[in-house]
C-alpha cells in the first residue's frame, strides 16, 4: 500500500496515450478530481489570447546593436506556459536568455536552447489571467543585444483544482520558488500540478490516472508522472511523460508495468523505480528504465529489494532516490523500517540503515521505527528522512517527524542531527515526505493530512499550505522550474 492507508475500490486501467515526444509537452488539461472520486469539474482553460509580443527590440540599451523579433502565445494546453519564438540579426550568438515577470523588473529568466528551431522557449511558473512582460537578451561575440519590452496574457486557472490556503508567516524566511507535486486517490483520477510561494498554480496536468508521483527531469524540459499502484492492480497502473507545455504526453505504462508510488529521473536520462515483486521471494524489485528508452524499452532489473537489506518478512519499497557523490541509490522499505543504499551499477549492498523482522542494520546509535517515506539525500552521509512514526508499526504515535541523521561510515554509527514535529502534532500512515531547501529551511509534507510545512532550522513555521480535499503526493521544491532539481 502507499503506506498503510486503506485502498477503496480500483479502477481500471486507463492510458492517455501520444506520439513519442521530445518536443514541447502535454496536457490534456482534463478536469482535477474531487477527493477520491473522478473529475467532473471543469474543461481546461484556453484563455489568454495569441500575441506578437511586443514591438521589435533594436538594441534597447546593449553593447551591440541588432534587431530581435519576438513571436508569444500562452500554450493551448496550459495557458500558463509561454510559448515564445524569435528571430534576430545578431550572428552567430553564443548564448541568450528570456528575462520575464508582472512587470519591467522581471525577476524570472528562462535559458535559450540555442539549436531549437526558431529558439522556441517556454516561459514556465507565470501565474493564470496576468500580464506578463518580457524581455529577449542575445549574447555574440561582439557582445550583448537587448530587445524591447513586450507582454504575453495568461489564461484561466483549469476549473476544478484542489483550493490551496497559504498562511506566510515570514515572508523574507521563506524559500522563494515552486512546489511541484499532485494529488493522490485510490479511485478515478487527480492532476499533477505546480505552485508558486504564494501558493498560486502555475502549471496543471490531468493524465487520467492519480499522480502519487510527479517530478521533473533532470534537464527539466518534462514531468513524469506516476500513479500510487496500490495495490497492484487496485488503482490504475499508470506512468506518463509530460512535457512542460502541455502539448505531448507519452504513455510509458508498459515499460513501467508493475510500478508503485513514484519514478525518479537521473542525471544521465535514465530513470530509477520499483515493481512489485514476483516468483518465491515475493519482495519488490529495484528497476533501471534506459537512458533513450521509448514506450516499448525493456527496465533492466538492479536488484531485488530483500537481497539487498537482507530481511525475511515481506516488502514494500515506497521511496527511491539518486546519490550522485557516490553514484548509488539509496530506496526505502516501509514494512521493513529501512533505507537501503546500492551500487547503481551493480546493485551490491552499500549499507542498511535501520530496520526490522530481522534486518541487522550497518549502524547503530539513532535509528527510527513506525516506517518512512519520503526522503533527501543531503550528502553521502547525511540523510533527511520522513519518519511517520506510525503506531501500527512500532512507532509511538507521537506525530509524524522530519529527522535528519549523519552516518559515520567508519565507526558504523548513526546520529540524529536535527528533527521537527508539528506543534499539534500530525499523525499519518501513508505518504509524507521532506526536503531541505538552499536557504537552511525544510519543507514538510504530510500528504493525506492535505498539509505542507516550511519551517526555518529552529522549528519554526515560515509558511503552511493546506487543502480541504487534496492528499499530497510526494513532492519537490525547486527554486526555478528549469534545470535540475536540488533534490
Known amino acids: ?168 508567516n515570514n515572508k523574507a524566511a521563506l524559500a522563494p520558488g515552486f512546489v511541484v507535486t499532485g494529488q493522490y486517490v485510490t479511485s478515478g483520477h487527480a492532476p499533477a500540478f505546480i505552485f508558486d510561494s504564494d501558493g498560486s498554480y502555475v502549471w496543471w496536468y490531468d493524465d487520467t490516472s492519480d499522480a502519487c508521483g510527479a517530478r521533473m527531469s533532470y534537464d527539466g524540459n518534462y514531468i513524469w508522472i506516476a500513479s500510487g499502484n496500490v495495490p497492484d492492480g487496485m488503482t490504475t497502473d499508470h506512468v506518463h511523460r509530460v512535457t512542460m507545455d502541455g502539448l505531448t504526453d507519452t504513455d510509458f505504462t508498459t515499460a513501467f508495468a508493475h510500478h508503485s508510488h513514484e519514478v525518479t529521473p537521473l542525471p544521465d536520462g535514465s530513470v530509477a523505480f520499483f515493481t512489485y515483486g514476483t516468483g518465491t521471494n515475493g519482495c519488490d524489485d529495484i528497476k533501471i528504465f534506459p537512458t533513450g528508452g521509448t514506450p516499448s524499452s525493456t527496465a533492466t532489473t538492479l536488484v531485488n529489494a530483500r537481497t539487498a537489506h537482507g530481511g525475511t518478512a515481506s516488502c514494500h519499497v515506497n521511496y527511491i532516490q539518486y546519490s550522485p557523490s557516490d553514484d548509488t541509490l539509496i530506496f526505502s522499505d516501509l514494512d521493513n523500517d529501512c533505507l537501503t543504499k546500492v551500487s547503481r551499477t551493480t546493485g551490491a549492498t552499500v549499507w542498511v540503515l535501520s530496520g526490522s523482522n530481522g534486518i541487522t542494520s550497518t549502524f547503530t546509535g539513532d535509528l527510527w521505527k513506525g516506517g518512512q517515506h519520503g526522503f533527501q539525500i543531503l550528502s553521502a552521509n547525511d540523510i533527511l528522512l520522513f519518519n511517520n512514526n506510525s503506531p501500527s508499526s512500532g512507532g509511538s504515535g507521537s506525530g509524524a517527524t522530519a529527522l535528519e541523521v549523519m552516518l559515520d561510515t567508519g565507526a558504523n554509527t548513526s546520529t540524529k542531527v536535527w528533527s521537527y514535529t508539528a506543534s499539534p502534532a500530525i499523525q499519518v500512515m501513508a505518504l509524507g515526505d521532506v526536503q531541505r531547501l538552499p536557504n537552511g529551511n525544510t519543507i514538510v509534507n504530510y500528504g493525506p493530512a492535505s498539509t505542507i510545512e516550511e519551517v526555518d532550522s529552529g522549528g519554526t513555521v515560515v509558511q503552511e499550505v493546506t487543502s480541504t480535499r487534496t492528499t499530497f503526493g510526494f513532492f519537490e521544491k525547486r527554486a526555478t522550474l528549469y534545470g535540475p532539481s536540488t533534490k
Open 1 to 168: 500500500m502507499v503506506g498503510l492507508l486503506a485502498i477503496g475500490p480500483g479502477c481500471g486501467k486507463s492510458n492517455s496515450s501520444g506520439g513519442s515526444g521530445e518536443g514541447g509537452s502535454g496536457a490534456t488539461g482534463g478536469s482535477s478530481p474531487t477527493g477520491g472520486s473522478s473529475a467532473t469539474g471543469g474543461a481546461t482553460a484556453t484563455g489568454g489570447a495569441t500575441g506578437t509580443g511586443g514591438a521589435t527590440g533594436t538594441g534597447g540599451g546593449g553593447t551591440v546593436s541588432c534587431t530581435i523579433t519576438p513571436m508569444a502565445s500562452p500554450s493551448s494546453m496550459i495557458p500558463t506556459v509561454g510559448i515564445v519564438t524569435f528571430t534576430t540579426t545578431l550572428p552567430s550568438p553564443t548564448e541568450a536568455h528570456i528575462d520575464f515577470g508582472l512587470d519591467t523588473g522581471y525577476g524570472m529568466t528562462a535559458p535559450v536552447d540555442l539549436a531549437a528551431q526558431s529558439y522556441r522557449t517556454l516561459l514556465l511558473g507565470m501565474k493564470p489571467s496576468k500580464t506578463y512582460h518580457f524581455r529577449i537578451s542575445v549574447t555574440s561575440s561582439g557582445g550583448i543585444c537587448l530587445g524591447g519590452d513586450n507582454t504575453i496574457a495568461t489564461g484561466a486557472q483549469l476549473n476544478g483544482l484542489p483550493s490551496l490556503d497559504t498562511t506566510t
